[in-house]
């Protein structure tokens, strides 16, 4: 599920206040559910709506990864740092699978990928 304007983008308060309880009825809804890829923005700190849904996430067992997008805006040696501030942020563990990715290159997507396809197998 996508939500356009989730995070960064611009949308009312009204709109925004809504979609608690939407993830929530979709999270719920949905038998087949394997995994949630919690997309944040690998140049900034994730958002309170972000730790918000890893909470939810964590609280009731729902395995997640978390794919840190526009890995093209930062230098390689500031990849590392960015996840390390996603990962603390996020209280998330040494375990838990942070992927950094780039459309624009097409880099981690071969991780990503192989990540779903475990997913699938099982």
């Known amino acids: 599920m996508d939500l356009p304007g989730y995070g960064y983008a611009r949308v009312s308060k009204s709109i925004s206040e809504t979609w608690g309880a939407m993830v929530q009825a979709y999270l719920e809804g949905r038998d087949t559910l394997?995994?949630?890829?919690?997309?944040?923005d690998i140049r900034h700190e994730p958002t309170e709506q972000d730790k918000q849904l890893l909470a939810y996430l964590l609280h009731y067992g729902i395995?997640?990864?978390v794919v840190a997008t526009k890995a093209d805006k930062v230098s390689k040696s500031e990849t590392q740092k960015c996840v390390d501030i996603i990962r603390k942020t996020l209280n998330m563990s040494a375990s838990d699978k942070i992927i950094p990715v780039s459309a624009l290159k097409k880099t981690g997507h071969d991780k990503l990928m192989e990540e779903m396809e475990l997913l699938l197998e099982t």
Do not use: K, Q
Request: charged share 10%; hydrophobic share 60%; with cysteine.
């Open 34 to 40: 394997r995994t949630v890829c919690l997309l944040v």
């Open 63 to 65: 395995p997640f990864i």
